[in-house]
Antibody, heavy 118, light 110 residues
């Protein structure tokens, strides 16, 4: 079964750090570009970051640039997001998503909740 | 405020046809594929339409997408109660070098 499973969410104080992980199974992880998308409570979807299949191409939303770092380990079939200098507005469910050849996010994880207390 | 705009709400009765719009600009919808996602409250989003008008396997043909210029739309025919969800359009923005989501349309089946 094609699957993405996120972990690493939790409660952290403002200014703190957290590292999210996303483990892939059921497909050749190294062939796909990956993304993080978040959703604040009661709000819409917000794209956070993208990484190419090799890890050489990376993009970030302006809201997290300079604070978040996306990375991947193809041998471990895993995607990561290192989040530093966390703010209350970073509170959200964070989803990892696989990007298909047409820019669509065709596989999503179940999400992991990050709560930043001020 | 997203650079891609969707109406916040839409509604219809069972069996009816409903459409929802997604408006952008030349740097996003005008030059890139539009994808649509369905999100039932409490669940992860699901890809509904990709490459403007293509349905992934398993998505009923009641769902259809289209794109013209800097706008796109999603149509749902034969509306069913299970279609009650939030719908998001998304596309790449060449100026921002970012994926942009619309604010979402909450569909209510009356």
């Amino acid at each position: 079964e094609v699957q993405l499973v996120e972990s690493g969410g939790g409660l952290v104080q403002s200014g703190g750090s957290l590292r999210l992980s996303c483990e892939a199974s059921g497909f050749t992880f190294s062939n796909y570009e990956m993304n993080w998308v978040r959703q604040a409570p009661g709000k819409g979807l917000e794209w956070v970051s993208h990484i190419s299949s090799s890890g050489s191409g990376i993009y970030y939303a302006d809201s997290v640039k300079g604070r978040f770092t996306i990375s991947r380990d193809n041998a471990k079939k895993s995607l990561y997001m290192q989040m530093n200098s966390l703010r209350a507005e970073d509170t959200a469910v964070y989803y990892c998503a696989r990007r298909d050849q047409f820019d669509g996010f065709d596989i999503w994880g179940q999400g992991t909740m990050v709560t930043v207390s001020s | 405020q997203s650079v891609v705009t969707q109406p916040p709400s839409a509604s219809g009765t069972p069996g009816q046809r409903v459409t929802m719009s997604c408006s952008g600009s030349s740097s996003n919808i005008g030059s890139n594929n539009v994808n649509w996602y369905q999100q039932v409250p409490g669940e992860a989003p699901k890809l509904l339409i990709y490459k403007n008008d293509q349905r992934p396997s398993g998505v009923p043909d009641r769902f259809s997408g289209s794109k013209s210029g800097t706008s796109a739309s999603l149509a749902i025919s034969g509306l069913q109660s299970e279609d009650e969800a939030d719908y998001y359009c998304a596309t790449w923005d060449d100026s921002l070098n970012a994926m942009v989501f619309g604010g979402g349309t909450q569909l209510t089946v009356l």
